[in-house]
């Protein structure tokens, strides 16, 4: 039986942490009610003790939205988590998101302590964040880099102390999908009290492995994926929501589902984009304008026989108005064939060769060839000006 996964976004916390791209309250509230209809099951809405522009954000969208937890940010110290209760106080469900570094890197070098002063810290963060009435949820930062049986001593104590999810987050990106499936696997089987609460993973993108990474840990037992739309985020970015959302769309051998519309994701995309200054590169997977874009002339013949031959999601389904052929220098007769006959001109044989070679000539000159070229080659077709 498939097994649903909770997407938490982080879009206006995490996300809006590339510089140059933050957002004021009242767009922070647009988007979370459309993250809302897509059907996220968390929004992240900042770190309240950062900034009074991130606490009122807090607020504002526990104000804005209905069903998605409403989540805050906090490190590991009581004012933090005070500050956060505070914000979350005109939330319907409210979670507090408090952690502390993992890894032996981030003990030694950022906290300046060591692995038992950690994991007490750890403890009582947690602690002292259920006490305020909400949900909470435990980060061990650098997760990706830790001892694993430090973290696995980490986890169970925060569990015991109250934690109902656990981020396991590879914050450098460093980890490969193998050895991070491998090390949720080893949670999941060495943490006496693992079925205590949900386990989440939180993925970076430094070498590209952000969104393989999620299904990995997705794929041996996590129940979260923490993700942006587009991707945005720290440094390289984080796990792609609408990624993820398909990956689990589109293999049902996973036996993994979740509750986002995908026809939402494409308008969402560029929501975001806009708001943020922040444009998507032509080539991003689901949402990037080449996505469902055909250039090549043994593709383009290919996908107008038959969509699936190169497509293996329809543009419809994330709410992609329509597959487009691109008319360049690579393109096939094929290509120039269908998009004559979208103008009104039906050109075969010898006609469609003389067409094809003035064609070429443009196409060469011309990065693309568009609709009004293509007009324009006709009209000097005594045949087909017709």
Request: net charge negative; hydrophobic share 40%.
């Amino acid at each position: 039986m498939a097994q649903k996964i909770e997407i938490f976004d982080t879009t206006l916390r995490d996300g809006e942490q590339v510089p140059g791209c933050q957002l004021r309250t009242e767009e922070k509230a647009i988007i979370a009610r459309e993250l809302e209809l897509l059907g996220v099951d968390v929004i992240e809405a900042g770190f309240p003790i950062s900034s009074p522009g991130d606490f009122l954000s807090v607020v504002e969208i526990s104000k804005a939205v209905n069903e998605p937890v409403v989540c805050a940010l906090t490190r590991s110290k009581k004012e933090d988590i005070d500050v956060a209760a505070e914000a979350l106080h005109h939330a319907k469900r409210g979670r507090i998101h408090t952690g502390i570094g993992s890894s032996d890197v981030h003990i030694k070098h950022k906290f300046r302590s060591n692995r038992d002063q950690v994991l007490e810290q750890g403890v009582w963060a947690t602690k002292y964040a259920k006490a305020k009435g909400y949900e909470v949820e435990f980060y061990a930062e650098d997760a990706g880099r830790a001892d694993l049986v430090f973290l696995a001593q980490l986890v169970e104590a925060v569990i015991a102390a109250g934690a109902d999810v656990v981020n396991i987050p590879d914050t450098t990106g460093y980890c490969l999908p193998n050895l991070y499936g491998k090390r949720i696997q080893y949670l999941m089987e060495n943490v006496k009290n693992i079925d205590k609460a949900i386990i989440s993973v939180h993925c970076h993108n430094d070498l590209g492995l952000a969104t393989a990474n999620t299904i990995a840990g997705l794929s041996n037992g996590a129940r979260q994926a923490e993700v942006t739309i587009n991707g945005i985020g720290e440094r390289a970015g984080n796990t792609s929501l609408e990624e993820v959302a398909m990956i689990l769309k589109t293999h049902k051998d996973l036996e993994l589902y979740s509750n986002i519309k995908s026809e939402r994701l494409y308008e969402l995309s560029l929501l975001v984009s806009s708001m943020m200054r922040m444009p998507v590169q032509a080539n991003k997977a689901i949402v990037g304008r080449n996505a469902f874009a055909h250039s090549s002339g043994i593709h383009q013949d290919g996908f107008l026989k038959h969509a699936e031959n190169y497509e293996i999601i329809n543009p419809s389904d994330v709410g992609v108005p329509s597959s487009s052929i691109v008319l360049t220098a690579r393109s096939g007769r094929a290509a120039l064939k269908h998009r004559a006959e979208l103008l009104g001109h039906r050109v075969e044989g010898e006609e469609l060769n003389t067409l094809y070679e003035n064609f070429l000539v443009v196409a060469d000159e011309k990065k693309e060839v568009t609709d009004a070229d293509l007009v324009v080659l006709m009209a000097s077709m005594p045949v087909l000006s017709k």
